[in-house]
Structures are given as C-alpha cells and as structure tokens.
C-alpha cells in the first residue's frame, strides 16, 4: 500500500471544508465515486491525509479541523461526515486577512501565533494548499515564505502571483520543491466555460467581437469587492483574453457580493460576434452553481498531481498541473492541451 498524501492547509474557509470533506465522500464511498482520474500516481483521493491548519478566526482556531470546517461564516454544503482528525487549528497571523466586511463579522481568536514554519514541520506535512481570501496579498506571500523555510510544495489556489512569478519560481526550484498555481479554476466555472465556449467557436472559424462574464456570489470570499477586484479581473480577463488568436473586447471578473446567495454563485456569460458573410450573432448564459464542491475535485486532482511531482524530484513551477487547474499559470493554454498535458504528465514517470 502507497503512503498516505500528508496536506496542511492555509485558511479553514469554504474551499477547505470542501476540500475535507471531499476526501471522505471518496472513503466512504469508495469506487462508487466517478472520478475522471481515480488513480494518479497511483494515488487516490482517500489517500490523502490532513496533517496541520492555520486560521485565525475564533470559532476556528483551537478546534479539531472537522468540526473547524463546519464553523460560520463557512457556509459551504455538507457532502459528507468528518470523523474527528486530532488536527488543531493554529493560529497565524492575521496580517491583510480580513477585509472590511469579513471584520465585522470574524472575531479574530485572541490564541498566541505559533510559529507557522516549525508547525508545518513538526506536522509532517509534505504538501500546502493556501486558501486565504482571494485579497490577502501580503498574507500570502507570508505563507509562501514559510512553507519554503518548512521544506514543502505550495499550491497556491488564491489570485495572489506566487507560482506564475519568476522569483517563486527560482526560490523553489532552488529548493526542488513543487510550485503550483496561480488562482484556482473550478470544475465547472464560468472561466472553464468561458474558455470552453470560446475555443470551440474560434475552431468553427467564428469570429469574435465583444464578450464578458461577471458574476455574484454570497460566499465570504466574494465580499471583499474592492481588493478582489483588481486582481480577479485582471488573471479572469487574461485567462479569456488568451484563448482567441486575435483581440476581442473582453471584460472578465467578480462583480458582487449579495449574502443571501449563501455559497451559491451566479455567472453570466454574453458572447457577441459575426460568422460568414458578417452575421452577428449573441449567446447569453447563466451558469448556477455551488462554489466550494467546485473547487475541491479539482484540488483534488492537483494535490495528488503534487505528490507525484515531489516524488518525481521536481522544483519550482510545475506547468502541466498549473495549467489544466489554475485561471493563471506561468504559461496560459487552451483547456484540451493543458489537460492533455497533465495526463502527459501524471503517466509518466520521470
Ligand atoms: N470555487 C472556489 O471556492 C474557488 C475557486 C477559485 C479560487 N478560489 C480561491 O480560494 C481561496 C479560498 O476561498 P474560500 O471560498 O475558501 O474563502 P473563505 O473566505 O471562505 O476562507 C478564507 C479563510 O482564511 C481565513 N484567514 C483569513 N486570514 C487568515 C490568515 N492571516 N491566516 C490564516 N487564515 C486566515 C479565514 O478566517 C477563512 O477561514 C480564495 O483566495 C479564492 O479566491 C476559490
């Protein structure tokens, strides 16, 4: 039997609870389970185990993580049952983490900071994952630091640049330790679908004139409106941007936070363009969809691919996991190659 996959995770929000939770839907439900990729590296979901976790909100630090995953304002839905991890939730330091809404309604846990990279070590983790608000920067490029001094991978899920940035880049590949990343993009998303929609037109030789996505959500990430916004729209307008050989008007990017969505989210799609003989045409979608189960198969897929590339002795950004999962890799690619790069990939060895 292969060694279990031994994650820490940055931030206990909705993505984690997903996240967990995910591993156990897989144990409990075992082969039942579709998966498009039950093994890589010969790894399952259920191999994966949770080994340590930072937060820095009340009902979080101090509890055990599966009772931590389910504590307000996370809001992301119950697939499955935790059993008690014996994993505390430490406490970090709070730095650019909380933004104006998140302040009124996240007590910060009064608990003393631990010293993250020690905890990390101490843990016996091998592998990251930062799930921080989608605005807190400084945070975590403070994190990144840490995990390099703890010795391990860094998958970075937040829109901060860390793997799609040369100087990363250099300083884990310096270390051989795996760097993946930049903004995790979900299973079915508005960018995947934007992206998947796009490509498909650009190959029936359509052309494109004018397109956006904009979308509301009521998870807590998507209050913090003003510093997501800059950020977000940028990597999601790239991302879309890429896809046509040509330029297009695009606009692309979170645009509202409206509570009682809870972790719904709502995406709005609206293509413009001309096919033969300079006939226009519009599609328009509305795409519905829970957020934080979106986001845990994919991660999934990527802390497994993760464990394949520390056993490959691979450092710095590894480019066929980044591209098939991330809205920002070091090298933006069409969503059929990227993924037939990651199967390149997790089926061969060295
Ligand atoms: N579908 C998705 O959910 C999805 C998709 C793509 C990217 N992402 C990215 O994943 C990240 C996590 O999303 P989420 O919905 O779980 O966010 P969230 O707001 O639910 O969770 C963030 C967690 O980080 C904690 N936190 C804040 N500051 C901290 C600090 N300094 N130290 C430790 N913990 C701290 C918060 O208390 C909270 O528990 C975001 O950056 C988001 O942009 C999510």
Not at 95 to 122: F, S, W
Not at 160 to 168: C, E, K, P, Q, V
Not at 231 to 237: E, G, L, P, Q, S
Not at 279 to 295: C, K, M, S, Y
Request: proline residues 5%; negative net charge.
């Amino acid at each position: 039997m292969l060694p279990r996959i031994k994650v820490g995770l940055i931030g206990v929000g909705n993505c984690a609870s997903a996240l967990v939770q995910g591993v156990y839907y897989c144990r409990s439900r075992g082969d039942s389970v579709k998966l498009k990729y039950p093994e890589i590296g010969g790894f399952r979901p259920e191999d994966i185990e949770f080994v340590c976790a930072f937060d820095i909100s009340e009902g979080k630090v101090g509890r055990d993580l599966s009772e931590a995953i389910f504590a307000p304002p996370n809001n992301a839905p119950k697939i499955s049952d935790v059993p008690n991890l014996g994993v505390e939730v430490l406490k970090g330091p709070v730095l650019d983490g909380l933004n104006e809404y998140t302040k009124r309604i996240i007590k910060v846990n009064p608990a003393l900071e631990v010293d993250v990279a020690e905890k990390i070590r101490e843990s016996g983790a091998e592998i990251m994952v930062n799930l921080l608000p989608g605005g807190a920067r400084e945070a975590s490029l403070w994190y990144a630091n840490e995990v390099l001094e703890a010795g391990c991978a860094f998958i970075n899920a937040t829109p901060t640049l860390i793997a799609s940035d040369f100087s990363w880049d250099h300083r884990f590949r310096e270390a051989c330790l795996p760097l993946i990343g930049d903004d995790l993009m979900d299973q079915v998303g508005a960018t995947f679908l934007h992206k998947a929609i796009l490509e498909a037109l650009n190959r029936r030789g359509v052309q494109i004139l004018k397109t956006y996505q904009l979308d509301v959500g009521g998870g807590t990430e998507s209050s913090d409106i003003e510093r997501a916004w800059g950020t977000k729209r940028a990597i999601k307008t790239k991302t879309i941007e890429m896809v046509l050989p040509y330029k297009a008007s695009v606009v692309a990017g979170s645009t509202d936070f409206v509570d009682f969505l809870g972790n719904r989210r709502d995406s709005y799609i609206w293509i413009s363009g001309e096919c033969f003989g300079g006939v226009g045409f519009e599609i328009e979608i509305r795409l519905n969809t829970i957020d934080a189960p979106n986001a845990a198969l994919m991660l999934l897929d990527v802390i497994r691919g993760a464990k394949l590339a520390l056993l490959k002795g691979e450092g710095g950004h590894i480019l066929p996991i980044s591209a098939y999962a991330f809205k920002h890799p070091a090298k933006i690619l069409p969503i059929y190659e990227a993924e037939k790069l990651f199967e390149e990939y997790i089926s061969s060895k060295s």
